[in-house]
């Protein structure tokens, strides 16, 4: 019964200098300066072109960006609640197959987009993000990944790193590392069992063409498609504002980021070093790590030494959970 | 050609909701309205009917996907029941606020703690204050019926709320009736295709639905809403004078009323057990009671002018129930506070009084509408109620 | 019957135009202590500021020979200048120009 009615296929951008001029996400939104989340919605947007229809659960780029009675969106975009993200983009999908087939709209499915934050991908709104995947609408689901819930003053997320000082996990002499807990993988969420998807990546705002072309492939593909955007936070990881890109940058030297594709079962992987940073090159600008001692630092480490082995393939990780922890 | 079916409250509703035309519909398991669901799925796997069959992935996700399809500008259609109703209900506000006419079936059931499959008003009543038409039907007829008739208002452009359409569980929704089905010409004729006007998710004229508003903007935004239920009333009653007509029916569209002409005891109802009430008056008015029934079709938008208006003419009313509302001001149920609104104007009023009957899914025997017409004589006799609730069949 | 202050409207179902080329109703040009300065000479027009700039506060123009900065949107991260490959961009302090923007008393 669901046929996609995709036709068009967005050309890969070879250069910075062939990026489309036209804005569809334009200035005039209250995003902090120098936010990395708002920075990825401009490329994601961009690259999507007109043809594109826009979901905003509840988060920092829903209240940053739509405060008040305005948008920054040039195309239509509609808020959702933070829980359901990816029922509504279904319903809207949904809509657009029914109306099509029925004669009573007429032109090219549009490009349907989820821009859901770390929360409202793999927490409260993980139910509906999954749901979609198995259901295998023609929708792109970008998670934004600032490492909190940013918008109400910073509390951790499943995707915070362990040992980030967050509202909800502060230090103190009770819990010297502050947040205990090692992060979700979240693309694993997805790759892990929904036989309808065929493309998942994660991106970062360090390597723009690469995320633009990650967008246009995924919406390219006729069937619900992941993307996992690093987006650094200079209020919540509490760095310099103009540091943004240097941050998303150390994040991949170091492996707390890695860039990769899942495409039909197989990984390809992106801007890999081949020697990583340690950590702490990475940890040392942002003081939301400023409380940990070498002994948390070197329990980061062998984090990410194990996760580097093969980003994005379930590997044993030192990861003790707070029951095992002293 | 209209034909006659018989058919339980969820086929009816089915196939309401398959003359409508509906384009998407979103599903999920519940009793026990998940026979309306299942008709529909059988409709559109066989061709019957052309719409998105959608597996929400829970009660919840139903109604997110209808937002969102309605939004973009479809015509939709999911349902649920009980501790469905309440999982759902994040959703009603933004769909509401939105404007968005999305139809909902209810096929009521107690709320949980525990599980109990047995019809009770409670679980949709709790969302009225959430901006949606509400209404209930009393039989497999009126359940077909008030789908019609729920678009058509829902939809309409000085109204564009959403809407519960709400009928008994089991009682209706499972026990068949005799369901006069208009031919398709005649559904044309009454509803037409939806058609909601520019505010579309639509690329060819962006809109931005739903940014953030400052608090003194708030009180504006409800007023919306405030605004839409005082235009309401009389697009129900167009809405209900057109279906009376293209379709042969005699519907009132506020107030139905059961040998009232020289009442003096009157029950005052909502939904499935309407049907024995009028046995139970049968009974006790060759008894010689002076006894009716006035039923409610639609408790959100509250007819509070001719409620006060036909209570008037009695000596005492008593509600029926079927619902809870904890600690209100009648310690009772839903219907008696509104009820008592509605005559506070009225320069003579009844006596009031109410009865919990029907709750969890029980049947209200005849035995307990002849008590309760015993215990509204009594009332009459007194001069004064004796209180104002009274748990029907577990009191003296 | 009802009488609603102008700056209090909400539309129906709020449900707000989409913006054109910019969002006036939230300028942010008031929000930066320093701006970024460009030394047209020294750029290669590489075009990191305009890719990097979450307010898309460079632009080439028109003649697509030069980038143009956006005094009225910019917010003074200095992303721009700590990402230009060719020390083009240097950063100032904004109330040394003769345009420069004080906060305004009344933020909306």
């Known amino acids: 019964m669901t046929v996609s009615v995709k036709t068009q296929t967005l050309p890969p951008i070879k250069k910075l200098r062939n990026i489309p001029r036209e804005e569809m996400y334009v200035p005039g939104h209250r995003t902090c300066a120098g936010c990395g989340p708002a920075l990825q919605y401009r490329l994601v947007a961009k690259a999507a072109g007109p043809n594109t229809i826009l979901l905003g659960p509840t988060g920092c780029m829903y209240v940053a960006n739509a405060s008040y009675l305005c948008t920054p969106y040039h195309v239509p975009w509609i808020h959702t609640q933070i829980t359901n993200g990816g029922a509504v983009a279904s319903g809207v999908e949904a809509a657009y197959q029914a109306l099509i087939r029925k004669g009573k709209w007429e032109g090219e499915l549009p490009n349907i987009i989820v821009m859901a934050g770390d929360g409202g991908s793999s927490d409260i709104g993980l139910q509906a993000m999954s749901a979609l995947m198995y259901r295998g609408h023609d929708v792109l689901f970008v998670c934004y990944d600032n490492e909190s819930y940013a918008n109400t003053g910073i509390q951790t997320s499943p995707t915070t790193p362990y040992g980030s000082n967050t509202t909800f996990t502060p230090p103190g002499k009770a819990v010297p590392e502050g947040k205990k807990l090692f992060p979700k993988d979240v693309p694993q969420l997805v790759i892990g069992g929904h036989p309808a998807v065929k493309y998942v990546a994660t991106a970062s705002v360090a390597y723009p063409l690469d995320l633009m072309n990650k967008v246009r492939k995924a919406l390219n593909f006729r069937g619900p498609t992941f993307l996992h955007i690093h987006a650094p936070c200079p209020k919540g990881w509490k760095f310099e504002e103009s540091k943004t890109i240097e941050m998303a940058r150390l994040a991949i030297q170091t492996g707390m980021w890695s860039l990769y594709e899942w495409e039909n079962g197989e990984y390809k992987y992106q801007h890999k070093p081949r020697e990583y940073k340690p950590v702490g090159e990475y940890m040392k600008h942002q003081k939301r790590f400023a409380h940990l001692t070498e002994e948390h630092i070197a329990k980061m480490q062998a984090f990410v030494d194990a996760r580097v082995k093969a980003p994005g393939v379930p590997v044993n990780l030192p990861a003790p959970g707070p029951r095992e922890q002293a | ?396 | ?108």
């Open chain 2, 1 to 396: 050609m209209a034909k006659e079916m018989t058919l339980s409250g969820c086929a009816a509703a089915a196939q309401a909701v398959k003359m409508a035309k509906v384009d998407v519909i979103s599903s999920y398991p519940i009793r026990p309205y998940t026979a309306a669901m299942m008709e529909l799925s059988k409709m559109v796997a066989n061709g019957e009917l052309d719409a998105e069959f959608v597996h929400g992935e829970g009660e919840h996700a139903q109604l997110a996907i209808v937002y969102g399809a309605s939004a973009a500008g479809a015509r939709v259609f999911t349902g649920s029941s009980g501790v469905g109703v309440t999982y759902a209900f994040e959703n009603y506000s933004p769909i509401s606020g939105g404007r968005l006419p999305v139809q909902m079936m209810i096929a009521d059931r107690a709320l949980d703690p525990p599980g109990d499959f047995g019809s009770e008003h409670t679980d949709v009543m709790s969302a009225r204050d959430q901006g949606w038409i509400m209404g209930w039907a009393e039989n497999p007829q009126e359940a077909f019926d008030n789908h019609l008739i729920n678009y058509r208002i829902g939809e309409d452009r000085r109204v564009m709320l959403p809407q519960f359409v709400c009928q008994d569980g089991y009682f209706v929704s499972h026990i068949p009736g005799k369901v006069l089905l208009p031919d398709q010409a005649q559904v044309d004729e009454f509803l037409p295709p939806y058609s909601p006007g520019n505010h579309v998710l639509d690329p060819k004229k962006p809109f931005s639905h739903g940014p953030q508003i400052r608090p003194d903007q708030g009180a504006i935004m409800d007023l919306q809403r405030g605004q839409a239920f005082l235009d309401l009333p009389q697009v129900i009653e167009e809405v209900i004078d057109s279906y009376n007509r293209i379709m042969g029916r005699s519907y009132s569209p506020w107030l139905e009323q059961f040998m009232t002409d020289d009442a003096e005891l009157v029950f005052f109802i909502q939904g499935a057990h309407a049907a024995t009430a009028r046995h139970a008056i049968r009974h006790l008015r060759q008894k010689g009671v002076k006894v009716g029934l006035v039923k409610l079709r639609f408790v959100r938008p509250w007819p509070t002018q001719q409620v006060g208006e036909v209570l008037s003419r009695f000596k005492a009313v008593g509600v029926i129930e079927t619902s809870t509302s904890y600690g209100n001001a009648t310690r009772g149920g839903n219907l008696l506070p509104e009820v008592r609104t509605s005559l506070y104007d009225v320069p003579t009023r009844p006596l009031t009084t109410s009865f919990m009957a029907g709750l969890g899914g029980d049947v209200i025997p005849l035995e307990e509408f002849y008590w309760m017409a015993q215990k509204l004589g009594e009332a009459v006799k007194a001069g004064k109620v004796e209180k104002h609730v009274y748990w029907a069949g577990l009191e003296n």
């Open chain 3, 1 to 108: 019957m009802f009488n609603i202050p102008k700056d209090r409207t909400v539309p129906f179902g709020c449900v707000t135009p989409a913006p054109v080329e910019e969002q006036p109703m939230m300028i942010t040009g008031n929000w930066r202590e320093f701006r970024p300065v460009i030394d047209q000479e020294k750029c290669n027009l590489c075009m990191n500021c305009v890719t990097w700039c979450p307010d898309a506060c460079w632009q080439l123009d028109a003649s697509e020979e030069e980038v143009v900065w956006n005094a009225k949107y910019c917010k003074g991260c200095l992303i721009c200048v700590n990402e230009c490959s060719t020390e083009a961009l240097g950063k100032a302090y904004e109330l040394d120009f003769p345009d420069g923007v004080v906060r305004l008393e009344k933020p909306f």
